[in-house]
């Protein structure tokens, strides 16, 4: 009965765990900004409920006396905590279409980027305490090289972060405050060299994601099916944000989509509700 019990409890955790990216992008989309009066407390009550979800489906062997298990709940762990925290944009919704908006949010619009960059440091943690266990797997070659994709696409993720959340925010609060109607013309190259940062750092993050899923793959800890998922997702997902670099109006939606900040780590995260529901 109670084996039963605790198999239930691991499925709902994981169907409540698997819907968070889906609902939130759901709720940011379509209900937009609301007051922090009423999504902050909403975010915390979804963020306990999530430790919750992740420990019963399979955090809880952080505790276990076996090295493997106890690695890879943290591993995994540290890959869900971007999605508690990034949650909160279901409240926030999209980032303001024009500079007076912004402004106006600015100190929300500082929080959502800096919890961005928050995020892109956990994901680059816990890929990396993934990367231990599968080098004591004994599998070195597709995780050295997804790690290296990793370390290179989390530093750019950084910087393109702090310029949309801080430098962004300056120039529209002084482009209010002057009255100018557009940005200055000399925004325009800074605006084109960070849109190609952030096609590197997004490639290189689907890259890498591909990389692991084939490297857990091999020593046995996601099936065959599931790596040909998330190999082919990550791939497609590459090859559109590459293209939207060189063909930007044949794939403008498509390579907004896939850019969307949050949604690189989407398949990180699916990897490590697997990993820890197949502790």
């Avoid at 990367?131 to 090289?145: A, C, F, I, P, Q």
């Avoid at 910087?159 to 801080?166: A, D, E, P, V």
């Avoid at 060189?246 to 403008?252: D, G, I, R, T």
């Amino acid at each position: 009965m109670k084996t039963i019990y605790n198999q239930k409890s691991k499925k709902i955790s994981y169907i409540y765990l698997l819907s968070i990216p889906v609902i939130g992008f759901i709720l940011a989309f379509s209900i937009g900004y609301s007051s922090y009066k009423i999504y902050v407390p909403l975010w915390i009550i979804n963020s306990i409920l999530m430790v919750y979800s992740a420990w019963v489906l399979g955090f809880s062997k952080i505790r276990s006396k076996n090295k493997e298990a106890a690695l890879t709940a943290k591993g995994a762990f540290l890959l869900i905590i971007p999605f508690i925290l990034m949650s909160m944009f279901a409240g926030l919704g999209p980032p303001p279409e024009t500079a007076k908006i912004w402004v106006e949010t600015m100190t929300e619009q500082q929080v959502r980027y800096f919890i961005l960059v928050i995020a892109g440091i956990f994901v680059a943690f816990g890929l990396a305490t993934l990367r231990e266990k599968l080098r004591e797997e004994g599998e070195t070659y597709y995780s050295k090289l997804g790690w290296t994709a990793i370390s290179i696409a989390i530093p750019l993720f950084v910087i393109n972060m702090l310029y949309w959340g801080f430098y962004l925010s300056e120039l529209l609060s002084l482009q209010v405050s002057t009255g100018l109607e557009n940005s200055p013309e000399w925004f325009v190259p800074i605006r084109k060299l960070f849109g190609l940062i952030s096609v590197v750092e997004v490639s290189l993050t689907y890259l890498a994601t591909a990389l692991f899923a084939i490297s857990f793959n091999i020593i046995g800890k996601i099936g065959s099916t599931s790596c040909k998922v998330y190999v082919l997702i990550s791939s497609i997902a590459l090859l559109i944000t590459i293209l939207s670099a060189f063909f930007e109006e044949q794939f403008l939606i498509a390579g907004f989509i896939v850019s969307i900040p949050a949604v690189p780590f989407i398949m990180p995260y699916l990897i490590a509700l697997n990993l820890l529901k197949k502790i």
